[in-house]
Structure formats: structure tokens, C-alpha cells
């Protein structure tokens, strides 16, 4: 006797599983390990020209991206006790990084931004450690897999870009050279001479992060530079200026050296202070020091370089 056929319908559970499907992506904060600032550039609406090693720093923040229902539109879930101004009811959720950096793919995809993101905060806030870059990466980086685009590095790149100077390198963590404004990114290779390099300089493994419930602007920063100038020897040219608005991060940078610190150093434009470890002793003498000194609201053990960790969960 004929039966007819039994449709097994994978087309739709893969549509309901694909609608369900969340993205987690778990982007480092980037310090730099030297940050050489040039000449102001007009075709670069004002920036400096930068030559700087960028270092990926394994404090995470994590971002989601959940597919919503056509047309409803973007939401944004921002957790964390770290928030600094993301926390004030004034903090506008479209200027939010993470989300500009969605309506950025949304546009280059010709989708509607119909993506519900959470933001977990651990990276400070204001810090000159890229959170807001961070987050604006693992959006992209969320997006990118959720979508299913598979776009090439470079092209996500193009798009981290328009967002901000350090948002490429972002994408991919690790060690990298910057230039131009801070764009130009020439990854520098696990296991590469210059990384060996930077690792024999005491440029890797152990570090701990001071930081503090202030924030500094970042053009204020980069304006004071432009008074002040770099200081004698610093490796970070922000961090005279840095210091002059901050001067709690001088004393943070004193005290670790003294205290057998690798190396310490304004964390890009600042406030918060990395130092590089060579052991665990160092490192609680350390945060002894910081501590006794009150050099610092928040302390950070964490490990450099590192990479973003992409997850999904149905
Ligand atoms: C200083 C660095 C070092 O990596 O990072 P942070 O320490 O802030 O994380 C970067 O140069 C932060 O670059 P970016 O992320 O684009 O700066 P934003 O916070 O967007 O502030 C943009 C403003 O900073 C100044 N700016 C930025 C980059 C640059 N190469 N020259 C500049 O003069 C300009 O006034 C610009 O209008
Ligand atoms: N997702 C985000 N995380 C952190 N800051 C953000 C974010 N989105 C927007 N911002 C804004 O960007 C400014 C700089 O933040 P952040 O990138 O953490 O500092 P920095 O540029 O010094 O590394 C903050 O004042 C904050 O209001």
C-alpha cells in the first residue's frame, strides 16, 4: 500500500535553532607596550601619528549577540560593578561602542540590527586599557559568526576602523605593531623574533593592573600631550600628560619599579598603570606597596598577551 511520505523538516529547525543561537565572545583589554605619538594629521580629522607596540591583556569583558525578531530592532543589557559613566542614566545605549559597532555590520551586511547584545564589564572604564574598543571588536566578532558572514579578517578590519584606532587590533588580540593613527595593525607572530624580543624585555606573562574610579578623556590626553610633551625616557608618550591630570598613576608607577616591577607604565591614555611582573613575590609585594600607598582603587592580576575566545551556545 502506498504511505505517503513523512517530511523531516530540518530547514525549519534550523531557522527556530538559528533565532535561539547565542554568540559569546570574550575580547582582552590592550595596553601599549611603547606609544611613540608624531605630528597631528588634518587628513585624519586631527590624530597623531602613532607608532606603538599594542599588547592584548587578559582582563575580559564579554559580549552576547542573540538574534531578535524582524524588525524589532537592537536592545542592549549592560552588567557588571565596574561600569564607571556606562552606569549614568545620561549614557546614551545607541552611542554605546558595542552597538555602534553592530549598526557598522548591520550597514556593510544590508540587515536591519535586529540583535539583542549583553555587555559584561570587568574592563575598567575610561582606563586607556580599550574597553569600549573591546567591546566594539567582540560585537563585530559576535555579529560575524551569528550572521554567518564568515568575512575575511581585513574586511571586519575596514569596519573596526571607521569605529575607533585601536578597534582592529582588537579583533585579533596578542602582540601587534600599530602606525598611521593607530589603525594600521602588522600583527607580530606568537613564537616571531620580536615577540621573543619583547618576551626577553620582560614584556610577557604576569601582570597587574592599578586602577582607579576616575576616568581621563581621551583627546583631553592627547591635548595635554600636545603641551606638555613626552617625558625623558618614557616608552608611553602619553604619560607625562597622563600623570599631570592623574597623579595618583605616577605614584602607582613608582612604587611598583621600586618594588621590582619588570616595567610600569601608564596604560595608553590613561589612568590605570600596567606593570610586568617576573614572579608571584614581585607581584604581592606589589600590590602590598599599592595598597599601603592607596595607588590604586582596583587591583587586577591578569596574564599578556591574550586573544579573544569566540563561543556559541544554543
Ligand atoms: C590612546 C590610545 C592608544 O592606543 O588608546 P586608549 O589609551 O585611549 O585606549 C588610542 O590612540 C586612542 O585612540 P581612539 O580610541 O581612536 O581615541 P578616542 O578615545 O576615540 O578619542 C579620539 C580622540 O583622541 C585623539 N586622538 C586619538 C588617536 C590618535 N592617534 N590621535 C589623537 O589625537 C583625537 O583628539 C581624537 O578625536
Ligand atoms: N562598551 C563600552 N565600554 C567602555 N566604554 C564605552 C563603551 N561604549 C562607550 N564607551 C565610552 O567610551 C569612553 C572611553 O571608554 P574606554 O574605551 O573604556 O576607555 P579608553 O578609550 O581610555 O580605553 C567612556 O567614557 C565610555 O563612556
Given at each position: 500500500m502506498q504511505t505517503t511520505p513523512r517530511v523531516e523538516d530540518f530547514y525549519t529547525q534550523h531557522l527556530?535553532?538559528?533565532?535561539s543561537l547565542t554568540v559569546r565572545v570574550d575580547c582582552p583589554a590592550k595596553t601599549n607596550l611603547t606609544l611613540e605619538v608624531g605630528p597631528t594629521h588634518e587628513e585624519w580629522g586631527g590624530r597623531h601619528a602613532l607608532d606603538t607596540i599594542y599588547c592584548a591583556v587578559g582582563v575580559y569583558d564579554t559580549v552576547t549577540a542573540t538574534a531578535k525578531a524582524p524588525g524589532s530592532g537592537f536592545s542592549l543589557d549592560l552588567?557588571?560593578?565596574?561600569?564607571?559613566?556606562?552606569?549614568?542614566?545620561?549614557?546614551?545605549?545607541?552611542?554605546?561602542?558595542?552597538?555602534?559597532?553592530?549598526?557598522?555590520?548591520?550597514?556593510?551586511?544590508?540587515?536591519?540590527?535586529?540583535?539583542?547584545?549583553?555587555?559584561?564589564?570587568?574592563?575598567?572604564?575610561?582606563?586607556?586599557?580599550?574597553?569600549?574598543?573591546?567591546?566594539?571588536?567582540?560585537?563585530?566578532?559576535?555579529?560575524?559568526?551569528?550572521?554567518?558572514?564568515?568575512?575575511?579578517?581585513?574586511?571586519?578590519?575596514?569596519?573596526?576602523?571607521?569605529?575607533?584606532?585601536?578597534?582592529?587590533?582588537?579583533?585579533?588580540?596578542g602582540l601587534a605593531h600599530g602606525t598611521g593613527f593607530g589603525e594600521q595593525i602588522e600583527d607580530i607572530e606568537a613564537g616571531s623574533d620580536r615577540a621573543h624580543d619583547l618576551e626577553a624585555q620582560g614584556f610577557t606573562g604576569e601582570v597587574l593592573v592599578g586602577?582607579?574610579?576616575?576616568?581621563?578623556?581621551?583627546?583631553?590626553?592627547?591635548?595635554?600631550?600636545?603641551?606638555?610633551?613626552?617625558?625623558?625616557?618614557?616608552?608611553?608618550?602619553?604619560?607625562?600628560?597622563?600623570?599631570?591630570?592623574?597623579?595618583?598613576?605616577?605614584?602607582?608607577?613608582e612604587a611598583a619599579l621600586k618594588a621590582?616591577?619588570?616595567?610600569?607604565?601608564?596604560?595608553?591614555?590613561?589612568?590605570?598603570?600596567?606593570?610586568?611582573?617576573?614572579?608571584?613575590?614581585?607581584?604581592?609585594?606589589?600590590?602590598?606597596?599599592?595598597?599601603?600607598?592607596?595607588?590604586?582603587?582596583?587591583i587586577i592580576r591578569a596574564k599578556a598577551p591574550a586573544t579573544p575566545i569566540i563561543g556559541v551556545t544554543q
Open positions: 527556530e535553532q538559528t533565532r552588567e557588571g560593578t565596574h561600569l564607571g559613566d556606562l552606569a549614568s542614566s545620561s549614557s546614551d545605549m545607541r552611542r554605546n561602542h558595542a552597538v555602534l559597532a553592530l549598526f557598522a555590520m548591520a550597514q556593510a551586511a544590508n540587515r536591519e540590527p535586529d540583535v539583542a547584545l549583553t555587555i559584561t564589564k570587568r574592563i575598567p572604564v575610561g582606563a586607556g586599557l580599550g574597553g569600549g574598543s573591546a567591546d566594539a571588536a567582540a560585537a563585530i566578532l559576535a555579529i560575524d559568526r551569528l550572521w554567518e558572514l564568515n568575512w575575511p579578517i581585513e574586511r571586519l578590519s575596514e569596519i573596526a576602523a571607521t569605529l575607533g584606532a585601536d578597534m582592529p587590533f582588537c579583533l585579533t588580540g586602577a582607579y574610579h576616575a576616568q581621563l578623556s581621551t583627546p583631553e590626553v592627547y591635548h595635554t600631550f600636545d603641551v606638555v610633551g613626552a617625558g625623558e625616557g618614557d616608552h608611553n608618550h602619553l604619560q607625562a600628560a597622563a600623570i599631570s591630570l592623574h597623579p595618583r598613576s605616577g605614584r602607582a608607577i621590582g616591577a619588570r616595567h610600569a607604565f601608564v596604560s595608553g591614555s590613561g589612568p590605570s598603570v600596567v606593570a610586568f611582573v617576573p614572579d608571584h613575590a614581585t607581584a604581592q609585594r606589589i600590590i602590598d606597596a599599592w595598597m599601603q600607598q592607596d595607588a590604586a582603587d582596583r
